[in-house]
């Protein structure tokens, strides 16, 4: 398992993020890989729970790379500024938030064993 502020604390630049899927539901995303200067991470989905987990091994034998539009094209070349890993009201961690240093927002919550991505913007 990895912490975000450990990600944060790194001070490193993210440069490219990858989403996978699983063979048989291409459409949805089950995991997503984040590479930064000297590091990479998961954030993929655990089916048996709905939850979501930060890994910084490559658990994702099951799964296939896929073209999906990720929110995090928006953050390349640029250093990652908070992370919150959310716990919902059940007591399940099902969504992690990340800001950037162009104030962008992405948040990814687990539903129905996929990851769903939102921009959150501010009013």
Known sequence: ???????????EKLKHAQSYSFKELLHEIAAIKLEFETFSCFIRVIED???IELISSSIISNLIATNHSLFFHTCYDLKLCWGWKMINNQGYSDALKFEFENNHIVE???NASSITQYCVSEL
Request: proline share 0%; net charge negative.
């Open 49 to 51: 729970l709905d939850e």
């Open 1 to 11: 398992m990895v912490e975000l502020s450990s990600i944060v604390n790194s001070c």
């Open 108 to 110: 990814l919550v687990v």
